[in-house]
């Protein structure tokens, strides 16, 4: 059930309500979160917004969402249509089941396959539907942003019919593709711009396709919003740790690891460090651009070790421990969990008996092991019963292990 608050004024008592607003019927409805535009990324941020738990509107002066990427050839979506993340993730994800039979269709450019622009038009439509706190409105246009002083309040949208709607909201979001709701002077509050983020008029806009890079702004906008009305704040005051953490949770890429998707176990992990730059990705030229890798499963090499551990704890060089954190070789899963637990004061575990059968009381890293498996450093990148203390730690495994002894996300300095 959405949760609004529905208003309808005939026309003589709205005239003298709301001043310069006429029309055969008009609508006030109020909310948490308006998008103005139901464009890639307007549609994106509207279905996070809900899926937060905020009351959102979206308003669309088309009868489709999305239009660029639902109207026009699907070709025109360039490289970064290969990105698994977030909602532009779950949307080429239905197009692959719907065209399951027939193989999947390549939303990329100069391919032999692409989509029909009513079945995507379809899929958004139903991903919209789906949300029990999104309502979507078509056919209206944006009459006016509605301000008290230096603060967008919400706005007023007129259709074909001269049927008006009047949402008040507490943000709001310019979310369409030809910017009809930013004409507006700077420095305003409760409000947030999404879109391809390129400089151009609007004639050129319009033939630019990065839509994958729309959805997912699209997408952080929303998240953004959500959290603003939430918490009575404006969005610029956000945490931004607090934001990432909540795009994480819904399977988006702030790094694009092309080899580390939201489903692997490393995933949140992965993204979390390598925001702090403790461990980075390469980045390989391929044809059609540039390729990220975070290389889950090489080794650690011990310098490598030292120098994430240095900028996890805003360290100008490796940190002194007991093990060796210079030379080139690759360390092993015992001495890299004995180098955070050293830098952790070497605190005692609480039981004695070994947890792992590789790991007896006399082993050299015992205390380590024990404390770090209590503290659950190890969650699914260890065995039940066995270590293996010497098999070198693998990136994602440091990763795993850093994120949860160290946690330089939320510490960091």
Not at 167 to 188: H, R, V
Not at 224 to 251: C, H, N, W, Y
């Amino acid at each position: 059930m959405k949760r609004f608050v529905h208003f309808i004024f005939l026309v003589p008592i709205l005239f003298f309500l709301t001043p310069g607003v006429k029309g055969l019927t008009t609508t006030t409805l109020e909310c948490e979160v308006l998008v103005a535009g139901g464009g890639a990324g307007g549609i994106c941020a509207a279905i996070q917004s809900a899926r937060l738990g905020a009351n959102t509107i979206c308003v669309e002066k088309t009868p489709q969402l999305s239009c660029m990427l639902t109207t026009a050839d699907s070709k025109l979506i360039y490289s970064n249509h290969m990105p698994p993340t977030g909602l532009w993730g779950e949307f080429r994800e239905r197009l692959y089941e719907y065209y399951r039979g027939g193989g999947r269709p390549d939303t990329g450019i100069d391919r032999d396959k692409a989509f029909e622009p009513d079945v995507g038009a379809d899929i958004f439509r139903q991903m919209a539907e789906d949300e029990e706190y999104l309502t979507c409105y078509y056919g209206f246009r944006v009459v006016r942003v509605l301000k008290e002083k230096n603060r967008v309040t919400g706005g007023v949208f007129r259709n074909d019919n001269d049927d008006y709607l009047i949402i008040n909201a507490q943000i709001s979001i310019a979310g369409d593709e030809s910017g009809d709701f930013l004409n507006l002077s700077k420095d305003l509050e409760g409000l947030i711009a999404i879109g391809k983020s390129i400089s151009a008029i609007h004639k050129v806009i319009g033939c630019v396709s990065h839509l994958p890079c729309a959805m997912a702004g699209g997408q952080a906008a929303g998240a953004a919003a959500a959290l603003s009305a939430f918490e009575d704040l404006e969005p610029r005051m956000i945490p931004v740790r607090k934001l990432q953490q909540t795009l994480f949770d819904a399977g988006c890429w702030c790094l694009p690891f092309v080899d580390v998707p939201p489903k692997r176990w490393s995933f949140q992990a992965v993204q979390r460090v390598g925001l702090t730059a403790a461990l980075k990705g390469t980045e390989v030229p391929q044809e059609g651009g540039n390729r990220t890798y975070f290389n889950p499963e090489e080794n650690v090499e011990r310098s490598e070790a030292g120098k994430a551990l240095a900028v996890c704890l805003s360290l100008d060089s490796p940190p002194t421990t007991t093990i060796c954190l210079e030379d080139p070789d690759f360390i092993p899963r015992g001495e890299a969990v004995q180098a955070v637990y050293e830098l952790l004061d070497s605190p005692l575990p609480a039981q004695r008996a070994p947890y792992f059968s590789d790991v007896p009381i006399s082993h050299p890293s015992f205390a380590a092991i024990q404390f770090g498996y209590e503290k659950r450093w190890f969650e699914s990148w260890a065995e039940p019963f066995q270590f293996h203390p010497e098999q070198f730690i693998t990136r994602e495994e440091f990763a795993a292990l850093l994120d949860r002894s160290l946690d330089p996300f939320n510490t960091q300095k």
